[in-house]
């Protein structure tokens, strides 16, 4: 069983930067590939990046490419997703999640989640 705890949300103006991290704790957090999801209020659930567990290779959906960036860090077993150029249709509660499949991750039905962290963009 993996147990994941995000962190970093918070209140920030249009333009700023945000960093995100994922705590994972439990099985081998090396072998499992890592994801963020998205959820504003009345909104459907949104894939945001995800991380492969071995190559490193990253997927990050084009509505926030070249704003977002996906990274771990093995040894801290934790996932990070640097949010830069934040716009007030960012704001949403960000979701960790983990699965041993990528496209798992990347189809929002991986095995494990976080509780989500709020992030909040004013204009």
């Known amino acids: 069983h993996v147990q994941l705890v995000e962190s970093g949300g918070g209140l920030v103006q249009a333009g700023g930067s945000l960093r995100l991290s994922c705590a994972a704790s439990?099985?081998?957090?090396?072998?499992?590939?890592m994801g963020w999801f998205r959820q504003a209020p009345g909104k459907e659930r949104e894939f945001v990046a995800a991380v492969a567990w071995s190559s490193g290779y990253t997927y990050v959906s084009d509505s926030v490419k070249g704003r977002f960036t996906i990274s771990r860090d093995n040894a801290k077993n934790t996932v990070y997703l640097q949010m830069n150029s934040l716009k007030p249709e960012d704001t949403a509660v960000y979701y960790c999640?983990?699965?041993?499949?990528?496209?798992?991750?990347?189809?929002?039905?991986?095995?494990?989640w976080g509780q989500g962290t709020q992030v909040t963009v004013s204009s």
């Open positions: 439990g099985r081998t957090f090396s072998s499992y590939a």
């Open positions: 999640t983990a699965d041993a499949r990528f496209r798992m991750v990347v189809a929002g039905d991986g095995d494990y």
